[in-house]
């Protein structure tokens, strides 16, 4: 049987479906950041939570009465047949009882799992039951894993409404999509971080025949009250997409305030906003479907661990040796200062930073993943071999935080001799997040437990890339630059006039003529917001 015939659809999932996708298609600008961004997205999480609620609400109530059905039954005992209710369970005492929670007694209690019931999903691997930490459904205590990933992933679609960089505003749609989907996984899924940061998208396929199959069962009284709610929602829009048109064709004042509040209707938009339901609304069925159904959590310390000490110390040790040279190399390049370069490597000290910055950062990126594997593949079997690598894995990552900090010194210095730029001060902050994960792996090195590294490391990054969006970085940008200008440096007016209006309190500081080369071709390339595409930033620049 396919996995989505076992898991029950809740009631109103259709409608918390079609709620999503037509705040998707009439909130988003597609083609650059604004408020409607975090709007649709707050519309789409409050319909997936509201749907998720009153599922377990009903579960719980369904169980409650279930339980006090089949407590009733035990009392009476089979030898008091005359004083079974009608349609409550037979509870026989003995080694041929029912559980409480069995579906016969559920049926007999008056239980059943029509679509729109709010059933307990059937969980996969033989994994059923209510679960206090999120799989199925039921009465459960908070999730706070699941509020944390959700209110990060709102406020990364909130930058679109503050900063007007596309760049930073795409990243942060991608942030938010991978924290949306850590947040409805909930817990660490046995398929791993890999997919549990696309789950949604991935379970939206499985849960276009989970909803299909609910039209089979519409008979249920609530579930034919919901959709003919939905019905008449429908035949509302139907009726008001025929009669505003004509009604604006018919009074100018009245077609100058549908002008005001009205998307314009062309063939593009048509597209766009079919494109943005399908994807809203599939989206929200995969969260849906997801919640109802939760994949089997990884439970323990991963097995399976066959390298010996020698067969990983060896060559942990060599790297080991190898980088404690290096960083003495660096050490004496950094108290010898520009002459000392010069004189060793024949360059300036800026030549030099900038020379040995992409390996400097490809070395720690594959020692990350040095150090990942011996952690997860090493025997720990003996207290010798659990001392071997912690001592070991420390070392190596203790070397490579200080090559991260060589790395960050040379961008810095190289940014001070050439100037700053948006790539440069986006490749300083990976440094820096490369860093903090450093910082995590050895925390995870210390307790010989890595399992919750991944989720840890994306909420870092997700993290970092809030407080770059909150830092504005193209105005950082524009203030170091005319911090050198006003040292006697170069200022590049042309880079900086393609730009985003993230830099204009920055540009406010420069006089006339460059204030003018800097912010005449930025306001140039303004045009009118609607109200979904409102954006400070670039309100300010009108």
């Given amino acids: 049987m396919p996995r989505w015939r076992r898991v029950v659809c809740p009631q109103g999932v259709l409608p918390a479906a079609g709620i999503a996708g037509l705040a998707g298609a009439v909130f988003i600008p597609l083609d650059r950041p604004g408020i409607g961004w975090v709007l649709a997205g707050s519309v789409a999480a409050a319909a997936v939570f509201t749907v998720d609620r009153r599922a377990r609400c009903t579960a719980g109530a369904a169980s409650a009465t279930t339980d006090s059905a089949a407590f009733k039954a035990t009392e009476r005992g089979p030898e008091c047949p005359a004083l079974e209710e009608p349609g409550r369970p037979t509870v026989v005492k003995g080694a041929g009882a029912q559980s409480a929670h069995s579906p016969e007694v559920k049926r007999a209690a008056g239980s059943s799992d029509p679509v729109g019931s709010g059933g307990r999903a059937t969980l996969e691997d033989g994994g059923g039951g209510a679960d206090p930490a999120g799989s199925g459904f039921g009465v459960r205590a908070v999730n706070w894993g699941r509020v944390w990933w959700t209110t990060l992933a709102l406020a990364l679609l909130a930058v679109g409404a503050v900063r007007a960089a596309g760049w930073l505003f795409a990243l942060c749609v991608v942030g938010a999509a991978v924290a949306g989907s850590l947040a409805v996984v909930g817990r660490r899924s046995v398929y791993g971080a890999w997919y549990d940061v696309i789950a ?26 919901s959709w003919r709610a939905g019905t008449s929602v429908a035949v509302t829009l139907a009726l008001l997409a025929i009669f505003v048109p004509l009604l604006g064709g018919a009074d100018a004042t009245f077609a100058k305030l549908l002008d005001a509040v009205t998307p314009k209707l062309d063939a593009a938009s048509v597209v766009q906003w079919i494109v943005l339901f399908a994807l809203l609304g599939l989206g929200s069925v995969g ?60 360059l ?36 010798a071999d659990r001392a071997w690598l912690r001592i070991l894995l420390c070392a190596i990552a203790v070397l490579t935080l200080i090559i991260v900090a060589s790395a960050l010194g040379r961008m810095w210095t190289y940014q001070q001799a050439y100037g700053f730029t948006v790539m440069r001060v986006l490749v300083e902050v990976c440094e820096l997040w490369l860093g903090l994960v450093y910082l995590l792996m050895i925390v995870a090195v210390l307790r010989l437990d890595g399992t919750w590294l991944p989720r840890a490391a994306i909420g870092t990054a997700m993290s970092t890339l809030f407080a770059l969006a909150v830092l504005n970085p193209e105005g950082l940008v ?64 009108r």
Avoid at 504 to 522: F, K, S, Y
Avoid at 524 to 535: A, V, Y
């Fill in 200 to 225: 949604v998208p991935i379970e939206s396929i499985a849960g276009i025949p989970w909803v299909y199959s609910a039209f089979e069962r519409i008979g249920d009284g609530r579930a034919r009250r």
């Fill in 287 to 346: 969260a849906m479907y997801l919640l109802a159904g939760p994949r089997a959590a990884a439970t323990g310390a991963p097995s399976g661990r066959g390298l010996r000490r020698l067969e990983w110390a060896l060559p942990v040790g060599a790297l080991t040796i190898l980088f404690a040279v290096f960083v003495a190399a660096q050490f004496v390049a950094l108290f010898g200062g520009d002459d000392y370069v010069q004189r060793t490597a024949n």
């Fill in 348 to 383: 300036t000290y800026a030549e030099y930073a900038r020379s040995g910055f992409w390996q400097l950062s490809i070395v720690t990126i594959l020692t990350l993943a040095v150090i990942a594997v011996v952690l997860r593949w090493a025997a720990q079997e003996s207290a």
């Fill in 478 to 541: 524009a203030e170091r630059n005319i911090d050198r200008w006003e040292h006697g440096k170069n200022l590049d007016t042309h880079y900086l006039s393609g730009l985003s209006p993230d830099i204009l309190p920055a540009v406010d500081r420069l006089p006339q003529p460059q204030r003018a080369e800097i912010l005449g071709p930025i306001r140039r390339s303004l045009d009118e917001d609607t109200w979904q595409s409102w954006n400070l930033s670039r309100a300010d620049a």
